[in-house]
């Protein structure tokens, strides 16, 4: 089956260590999102990347890092400088114009990082 | 830049129908969506509105758009207790395909 697939699920992390967060997506879409979610600020965004080797900053890019060397993977880092890591963080992709025309984003289940 | 406002509560009793409404500032917004977020899962698409569109039904689901005012409403026909959930709005705006989200609407279902 197509969609996207986010590891762990739930992740613990001691302050000062890194942390990396897998997003794998076999829809073939070019672009693809990282957000954060708090509880009532909606989603926020991190990172976003349209196409293989190129990336924007979102809203809320300091202390975390992405990569996208292939089009199916985009691995979020969340390092030791982001103050206030503890959320659920989602990944999207969207295939925008090819499909529906709109920028229709499909989501993973998420993964929810506590840092202790 | 744009801003989507939403109530970030309502509470239902089952069978009557549920009310969700969004207010965005981007008046050349493309395209508004609906998205459900279930407990402890990601976002999954409900429907999505064209904005030269006044209105879409799709079964229990009905978008109302009122462009001039800049408001887009959900309303959920005879609610189950499946449908509690987080309900998110969003706005494209024109040749971005960069999505804005509100921050949800907790919809609870009271059996």
């Known amino acids: 089956d197509g969609g996207i697939t986010q590891s762990p699920k739930y992740l613990f992390r001691k302050e000062g260590q890194n942390v990396t967060l897998s997003c794998e997506q076999n829809?073939?879409?070019?672009?693809m999102y990282w957000y954060r979610q708090d509880p009532g600020q909606g989603l926020r965004l991190i990172y976003y990347?349209?196409?293989?080797?190129?990336?924007q900053k979102g809203d809320i890019a300091e202390g975390y890092s992405v990569s996208r060397e292939k089009k199916e993977s985009f691995p979020l880092t969340v390092t030791s400088a982001q103050k206030n890591p503890t959320a659920f963080y989602l990944c999207?992709?969207?295939?925008?114009?090819?499909?529906?025309?709109?920028?229709?984003?499909?989501f993973g289940e998420g993964s929810r990082l506590t840092v202790l | 830049g744009e801003d989507v406002e939403q109530s970030l509560f309502l509470s239902v009793r089952e069978g009557d129908s549920s009310v969700i409404n969004c207010t965005y500032t981007?008046?050349?917004?493309?395209?508004l969506y609906w998205y459900k977020q279930e407990p402890g899962a990601g976002l999954q698409l409900l429907t999505y509105?064209?904005?030269?569109?006044d209105m879409k039904q799709d079964q229990r689901l009905t978008v109302l758009l009122n462009k001039k005012d800049k408001h887009l409403s959900l309303r959920i026909a005879d609610t189950q207790t499946g449908d509690s959930a987080i309900y998110f709005c969003?706005?494209?705006?024109?040749?971005?395909?960069?999505?804005?989200f509100g921050k949800g609407t907790k919809l609870s279902v009271i059996p």
């Open positions: 990347s349209q196409i293989v080797n190129d990336f």
């Open positions: 829809l073939n879409h070019d672009a």
């Open positions: 969003a706005e494209e705006g024109a040749g971005s395909y960069q999505l804005t």
């Open positions: 999207a992709s969207s295939m925008p114009g090819r499909t529906t025309n709109t920028g229709e984003l499909f």
């Open positions: 981007d008046s050349s917004s493309t395209y």
């Open positions: 509105i064209f904005s030269n569109m």
